[in-house]
Every structure is written in structure tokens, then in C-alpha cells.
């Protein structure tokens, strides 16, 4: 306790250091309605490959404050008295926001109780943070930006698909801190997998998208449909400069037909058609895998209606939480999570037989290769001992440090520490190969190693005090008004340190 409320302090000093102006907020427009409810998005401003279309309901006034996962706006600093404001106003976006934030709070909160953020007691949430096609977290709060595209303004944080995505992130990181710095390429993936997730699930709370959802597409929730397609106009935005950014009708689809390869094996970046080592890229095939799975476990039911897609949501949200809490930090993160995922569906949702349409998603993507996938779910569980070490592995905060050369890049040391997926595997498994079998992972060092370069290809690397001016690699596509580096080399306690800084959803053409 005396550890993280030190943390807390140390933020809140920090935070309030990184703070900036607040952007002008527009002129109101439209007049508020009953005090008991207000207007928001559904699920997106935008609808399909147009910026505007999304369907508008009304909700309950959200109170973001309680618990669980308490979360509190600070820019704007006041918030608008709560009524029916028109699509535009900064009172709808405030109230859109809010309502995005409070429903991802609920719905995590239920699957885990008593967690705290990362950051404190309470999120913070900065609505209006600069100018850029942009959104992240970085451990402080959760900060949302404006750009100009196509003749119109388009704010981050309008979006629920946007907001639970980013509120996902701090979810993950409440209860899987060991991932923030893990020097993995795989890992880094799934976050970005978790924030899509987290969208999904989220959306799902909603009788009106569910009952819209299941008339789209027939009862197939696997197809494409306002669900799959996550964050339209943001995606719209960034189509306006750099076409092959994005998907050609969203930011990215749930609904696609990616296979896992070894992240070491893609290129740096690579238009949205094509799979990179990009963590946004890659993360489609695991979303893609769980959500194929989630519609899967959606037919194993008598009926198949609005009510039973609000179980199944609850149930994968359920089993995906489990799943990643019990899989230790590998450079192979993916198939340990569906491993320790389809052992929670055997063991907790043996009844509804879920196991088996989380199993085929996930060989249907290439997450487990087919001998594996079967064989998981069954294996014996680790002896006591080897049982008692896992899970003392899995409470450390922090992955092992690792030193790792970095001489031949001119930074100005010889080496640094990196925190490596190092952790013990608990079951014997890989993403498939393109062949038979599985792939053969690469050692932790070698993931790391790949990582930093990943990350200095991509300029994502704040070097400061370089050994050479070419050492300082920019990203050409940079934002005057924030920086976009994601990690940082840190020097504590003698020894210089890679650190992460932010989670970084930057869709400015170089991701």
C-alpha cells in the first residue's frame, strides 16, 4: 500500500508537470432536456466510410465518479449540467464521453472487483489534449485530441469506440502491469488487441446495438456490421491524408481473415491490407480470434437473441480477464493467452461448451496450431511447486531485467536493461506455422533485441544526450503539439533503463 499510494504522489506531481493549455471549446448549440437523461453515440460518430451517420440514444446520466474504476474528466475542467444536446455541441461530446467511460467502468468493474488503477484511486481524462488524429494513455490518464480533415473537426474522444479502446489500455494495465514494459513486440500487440476488446465488449452492453447488431447480420454476429467496424470516423480522418492507413470503412474490423505469423517475421509498417509488426496491425489477429470466438459461443445457446449476446459478452469478458491473468509473459504471448483461455472456458464454462468455439477461432487465426489447441485443455496441470512458482512470478509488478548491447546505435552506452518476456511458460504452446505444426519462438533476448529496433525503424525512441546527432531518429510525421515517442532509455540506480512512456494510438500515417 505505502509503494502505491508513493506511485500516486509521484503522478499526480507528474501529471500535473505534462499538463496543457486547453484547447478552445466550441460554441454550444442546442438546448438540454430532461436532467435525468442525456444524448450520446452509440457507438461511433461515424457510420461505415462516412464521417457522420452513427446513431444517436439516450442514456441515463452517467456519474463517473463512483466505483468501480472511478474515472474524472479535468479538461473540460466543468462539466455541462447533464440534458439533451445536439450532435456538435461540446455539451454532447462531454456527455458522450462520459457515458463511454462510465459504461467500460461498469462492465470491467463487474470482472474485477476491488482493482484499483494503475494511476491512483481515480483516472484522470483529458478530452481535449492538442491537434492530432490521436488518443493514449501513458499512465497518468487518458488523454483525447482534435484534427481538421475533410472541412471538419473530428475529436477522439467523441467516439465510445475510441474511449472504451483507450480505457481498456489502463484496464489492462490495473491488473496485468507486468506488460507495460516488456521489451515484445507480440506483447505490445496484444494491448492494442485488448483496447479493440474492450470497445467490442463494451458496445455490447448496449440492448439497442445488440438488438441493431443481430438484424444486420442475420444472427451472425461474425460479419462485418457497425460492431466489427471500430472507430469509422476516426478511420474517415485519417483516410482524408493517408489512404492506405487504415481500413477503407473504419479504423480497423473486428471481421478479417489474418493469420498469426512470428511478429520478427513482418515488416516494420505496411499498408492496412497487409500484416506488420506495427502493434496495431498486428493485434487484428488475436481480436479477430476472440471475437470469431465469441460468436461461436453465441450458437451454442437455445436462443439466440439480444439477451443471450449480452450473456455470451459477459461470459467472453469473463473468461478473456481469467485467461490473461493466469498466462505468463512469453515472447509467444498470444498462445499463452488462448491456452489459459481455453482452460478457463473447460473449467468454468464446461456447460455451455464454449471451449469449443473459442478452440476453432483461435486455429482458424493461427493463435494455436490444431494439435495444440486440442491437447491444452486437457494437459495436467503444473505440480505444486512449479505451481507455487508461477504464480509468485505473476504477482512481481515488474518483468526480470536483462542487459542487452546497443552499441552499434550510437546512443551513448554500451548497453542497457531491458525488461524482457522472460516469465516461465505454463503450457507448452506457439502460434501455428504456415506449415504444420507450430512456430518456433524466439528467445526472450532476441525479442527484446528486435523490440528496440522495431522501435528506433519506427522513431519511437526518445534518445536524450545522444553519443551522435544521427542517433536522435524523429518521426517524420511527429505532432507539433505533444511528443509521440512511446519508450525512453531512463537512468536509475546507475544503469540506464528502456521505459515506456505512453501507449500510443498516433494514426499519422507512420502509426
Known amino acids: 500500500m505505502a509503494k502505491k499510494a508513493a506511485r500516486k504522489t509521484a503522478r499526480k506531481s507528474s501529471g500535473a508537470a505534462k499538463k496543457r493549455a486547453s484547447a478552445k471549446r466550441p460554441a454550444r448549440r442546442g438546448r438540454p432536456g430532461a436532467a435525468n437523461t442525456i444524448n450520446c453515440w452509440e457507438q461511433d460518430p461515424g457510420s461505415a466510410a462516412q464521417p457522420t451517420g452513427g446513431p444517436i440514444i439516450q442514456r441515463p446520466v452517467p456519474v463517473i465518479g463512483n466505483t468501480p474504476y472511478p474515472t474524472r474528466i479535468e479538461n473540460p475542467a466543468t462539466a455541462p449540467a447533464p440534458g439533451s444536446y445536439s450532435a456538435g455541441s461540446s455539451q454532447f461530446r462531454y456527455w458522450a464521453a462520459a457515458d463511454a467511460l462510465r459504461r467500460g467502468s461498469d462492465f470491467w468493474g463487474a470482472l474485477l472487483p476491488d482493482t484499483d488503477w494503475e494511476v491512483g484511486d481515480v483516472l484522470p481524462v483529458d478530452l481535449y489534449h492538442g491537434n492530432d488524429l490521436n488518443a493514449y494513455y501513458d499512465r497518468v490518464g487518458l488523454r483525447f485530441f482534435q484534427d481538421d480533415a475533410g472541412g471538419r473537426t473530428v475529436y477522439s474522444g467523441e467516439s465510445p469506440d475510441v474511449v472504451c479502446h483507450e480505457l481498456g489500455h489502463a484496464i489492462l494495465d490495473s491488473f496485468k502491469p507486468q506488460l507495460w514494459d516488456a521489451a515484445s513486440m507480440e506483447v505490445a500487440s496484444f494491448h492494442e488487441s485488448f483496447g479493440d476488446m474492450s470497445a467490442l465488449l463494451c458496445g455490447l452492453q448496449l440492448q439497442s446495438l445488440r438488438l441493431g447488431v443481430l438484424q444486420e447480420t442475420g444472427n451472425v454476429v461474425y460479419r462485418a456490421s457497425r460492431l466489427s467496424r471500430l472507430a469509422e470516423q476516426l478511420g474517415w480522418a485519417i483516410r482524408q491524408s493517408v489512404p492506405s492507413a487504415v481500413e477503407v470503412d473504419c479504423l480497423r474490423n473486428a471481421v478479417n481473415t489474418f493469420f498469426y505469423r512470428d511478429p520478427n517475421t513482418l515488416p516494420t509498417q505496411a499498408p492496412a491490407s497487409v500484416l506488420s509488426s506495427e502493434p496495431h496491425s498486428f493485434s487484428r489477429v488475436f481480436t479477430a480470434a476472440f471475437f470469431e470466438g465469441l460468436a461461436g459461443m453465441f450458437t451454442t445457446g437455445a436462443t439466440r437473441d439480444e439477451a443471450a449476446l449480452l450473456k455470451v459478452s459477459q461470459d467472453a469478458g469473463r473468461i478473456l480477464v481469467d485467461g490473461v491473468r493466469a498466462a505468463t509473459v512469453v515472447p509467444g504471448f498470444y498462445s499463452q493467452v488462448a491456452a489459459s483461455m481455453l482452460r478457463v472456458a473447460q473449467s468454468r464454462f464446461g456447460a455451455q461448451s464454449y471451449e469449443q468455439a473459442l478452440r476453432s477461432a483461435f486455429v482458424r487465426?493461427?493463435?494455436?496450431?490444431?494439435?495444440?489447441?486440442?491437447?491444452?485443455?486437457?494437459?495436467?496441470?503444473?505440480?505444486?511447486?512449479?505451481?507455487?512458482?508461477?504464480?509468485?512470478?505473476?504477482?512481481?509488478?515488474?518483468?526480470?531485467?536483462?542487459?542487452?548491447?546497443?552499441?552499434?546505435?550510437?546512443?551513448?552506452?554500451?548497453?542497457?536493461?531491458?525488461?524482457?518476456?522472460?516469465?516461465?511458460?505454463?503450457?507448452?504452446?506457439?502460434?501455428?506455422?504456415?506449415?504444420?505444426?507450430?512456430?518456433?519462438?524466439?528467445?526472450?533476448?532476441?525479442?527484446?533485441?528486435?523490440?528496440?529496433?522495431?522501435?528506433?525503424?519506427?522513431?519511437?525512441?526518445?534518445?536524450?544526450?545522444?553519443?551522435?546527432?544521427?542517433?536522435?531518429?524523429?518521426?517524420?510525421?511527429?505532432?507539433?503539439?505533444?511528443?509521440?515517442?512511446?519508450?525512453?532509455?531512463?537512468?536509475?540506480?546507475?544503469q540506464v533503463v528502456l521505459r515506456r512512456v505512453r501507449i500510443d494510438c498516433c494514426f499519422c500515417g507512420g502509426h
Do not use: C, N, W
Request: glycine residues 6%.
Open 365 to 494: 487465426h493461427g493463435i494455436l496450431p490444431p494439435a495444440m489447441a486440442l491437447t491444452v485443455s486437457t494437459a495436467p496441470p503444473p505440480a505444486a511447486a512449479a505451481a507455487a512458482a508461477l504464480a509468485a512470478q505473476a504477482a512481481e509488478r515488474e518483468l526480470p531485467r536483462h542487459q542487452m548491447s546497443v552499441a552499434e546505435y550510437g546512443l551513448g552506452v554500451p548497453a542497457i536493461m531491458v525488461l524482457s518476456a522472460s516469465q516461465p511458460k505454463v503450457y507448452d504452446v506457439a502460434g501455428a506455422s504456415l506449415a504444420i505444426g507450430p512456430t518456433t519462438a524466439p528467445a526472450e533476448d532476441v525479442a527484446a533485441k528486435a523490440f528496440f529496433e522495431d522501435l528506433l525503424r519506427r522513431g519511437r525512441l526518445k534518445v536524450a544526450d545522444a553519443a551522435e546527432p544521427r542517433a536522435e531518429i524523429l518521426r517524420a510525421a511527429a505532432s507539433r503539439t505533444h511528443p509521440t515517442h512511446t519508450h525512453e532509455l531512463r537512468k536509475e540506480g546507475g
